[in-house]
């Protein structure tokens, strides 16, 4: 993507990463708004909403940039070069993820794989099966840490030596359920990548996994839902895919099964 024309480039990363941390969801909007409508009066209602000087904006930055070289955290700003373009032309785009692991890996496309946390053996099989054919196809496979299908598809990718990206609703130095802190660990130490729109030290918000679906979906190009219920987080996961224009797979299960409810919509639709 090409920098915004602003005269101090430094001055609006760090911006990007002080409004992160600030959690106002407002000014976060206006930051994203200033992006895409680059014009001096929305740059101007922009600054009115910052709380802080230059001065000590550059401070805090420096400061905030030590403390997560000391915690092993990276990040990347929207405005980077680097920061994944999939996920650029979403509509609610986070303003900057922090990862721990090898960020490098997003160079590849990624295949997102998401489904129902109460999933059955046959859905095991379903993702081990998957992910050992898309090991040809040289791409990153993206899901949650949930237990069910998320589990079953990092499992694989670690089985078969594919990239693993977990998308997080809690923060990189905080992966929950802490009961899949083993498989956090597994992926980083593997070459894969913790990714997070929140700062370290996050705590899942209400309303913190829908939220974090769209990130699941918008980094890839297709989404697979192996198992989910009609009303469930993998049936978000869908929705948000389908507003970004993205391709959407289900496999289709047995029409006994309420978590198979909405692939059975979905093969309807």
Request: charged letters at 25%; hydrophobic letters at 35%.
């Amino acid at each position: 993507m090409d920098h915004p024309t602003y005269e101090d480039f430094e001055y609006y990363r760090a911006l990007s990463l002080y409004l992160t941390y600030s959690k106002d969801d407002k000014r976060i909007s206006l930051f994203r708004m200033a992006l895409d409508y680059p014009n001096p009066e929305v740059i101007e209602s922009l600054s009115g909403f910052v709380d802080i000087g230059k001065e000590d904006l550059e401070k805090w930055y420096k400061s905030k940039n030590l403390e997560l070289d000391r915690k092993d955290i990276g990040y990347v700003s929207v405005l980077d070069d680097d920061y994944p373009p999939l996920l650029r032309q979403i509509k609610q785009y986070p303003i900057v993820l922090f990862y721990k692991g090898d960020y490098s890996i997003l160079e590849r496309r990624c295949v997102s794989i998401v489904g129902s946390r109460k999933a059955r053996e046959d859905s095991r099989k379903t993702c081990d099966l998957v992910v050992k054919h898309l090991k040809r196809a040289d791409v990153n496979v993206v899901s949650g840490l949930a237990f069910g299908v998320d589990s079953f598809t990092h499992k694989a990718s670690l089985k078969y030596g594919v990239s693993a990206v977990s998308v997080l609703p809690s923060s990189v130095d905080n992966p929950i359920p802490v009961t899949n802190l083993f498989i956090a660990r597994a992926i980083v130490e593997s070459g894969g990548l913790l990714l997070s729109e929140n700062p370290p030290g996050h705590m899942v918000e209400q309303g913190g996994y829908v939220k974090r679906n769209r990130i699941i979906s918008g980094l890839s190009d297709r989404t697979l839902i192996v198992e989910a219920a009609l009303k469930s987080g993998s049936m978000t996961t869908a929705k948000y895919a389908l507003e970004q224009n993205r391709d959407v797979y289900a496999v289709p299960g047995s029409i006994f099964s309420h978590t198979f409810d909405m692939l059975h919509f979905k093969t309807n639709e």
